[in-house]
């Protein structure tokens, strides 16, 4: 049986990259992740190939922010507060463009 093609080394098979922080960053305030009953449903997600990265999150009606960061061979995963889908949505953006984090 032959072998699938290698997949292009390029940008098209990356998820969205956030930037470092501009002038103005606001930082959020980020908790340790609950242990939650519901189910958690990932609805949008940065890059995992930088050591920062981000997922946008949805539990039992509620949305938030899970970061995840790899510093010194840990890996350490928190949380943004629980909030509505388009209060959170406006905080995911300020994150994907480099305004907070």
Request: net charge neutral; charged share 20%; aromatic share 10%.
């Amino acid at each position: 049986m032959s072998q699938p093609p290698p997949m292009p080394a390029d940008d098209r098979f990356h998820s969205a990259h956030v930037p470092e922080p501009g002038p103005g960053f606001a930082r959020l305030t980020w908790d340790p992740v609950w242990a939650a009953g519901n189910r958690i449903r990932v609805c949008d997600y940065t890059c995992d190939c930088v050591p920062t990265f981000y997922e946008l999150c949805q539990a039992g009606g509620q949305y938030f922010i899970r970061r995840t960061r790899r510093v010194g061979g840990e890996v350490l995963v928190d949380q943004c507060a629980l909030g509505g889908r388009a209060q959170t949505l406006l905080v995911w953006i300020k994150v994907l463009t480099g305004v907070a984090g």
